[in-house]
């Protein structure tokens, strides 16, 4: 018995519709239930879900991008204000915390609060860290250090005689 029925044809994704776990757990604890959480659970290699997958820019997890020319963090942060966030560095890690005290919702009262840390690469300068809040999304990112070019650099042998 196929796991997965046949794609129609050889252009269809054989993956569609296969549900993949978040990197993460569940971030989604605070939202308000839908249709869909309701449906039938779904077996995924051997763990049942009853939710449906949600594309990465939903997903509410961050993503880290540590490449030859930047250090990066984009953070979902949809249930705060901007207020409600604060960034800072200390020592070699970059600390983002965010809180809002309880407030009334449709089904009576909620109190978010998270802290993310992130070690920073040796090669990031702390005080060239800027951020960005667009379309609920927070970025947070600085450029890397440039660094010396090494010269050509001839290593001289010392010798050392043996005893006899």
Not at 85 to 90: A, D, L
Not at 144 to 162: D, G
Request: with cysteine.
């Amino acid at each position: 018995m196929a796991l997965n029925p046949l794609p129609k044809s050889i252009w269809e994704d054989p993956w569609t519709g296969i549900y993949s776990p978040s990197r993460l757990f569940d971030q989604f604890f605070g939202d308000v239930l839908s249709s869909d959480d309701f449906m039938s659970p779904r077996r995924w290699r051997g763990t049942l879900s009853t939710r449906i997958p949600r594309p990465p820019q939903l997903s509410g997890m961050s993503e880290v991008v540590n490449d030859d020319k930047e250090f990066r963090v984009g953070l979902d942060v949809k249930q705060f204000k901007p207020e409600e966030i604060n960034i800072k560095t200390k020592d070699n890690r970059l600390i983002i915390h965010a809180k809002h005290e309880e407030r009334p919702d449709e089904h009576g009262f909620i109190m978010r609060e998270f802290t993310r840390q992130y070690v920073l690469p040796k090669d990031v300068d702390p005080n060239a860290i800027s951020s960005c809040l667009k379309d609920n999304v927070l970025t947070v990112k600085a450029p890397k250090l440039a660094l010396p070019e090494t010269q050509e650099r001839t290593i001289p042998i010392t010798y050392q005689k043996t005893s006899s």
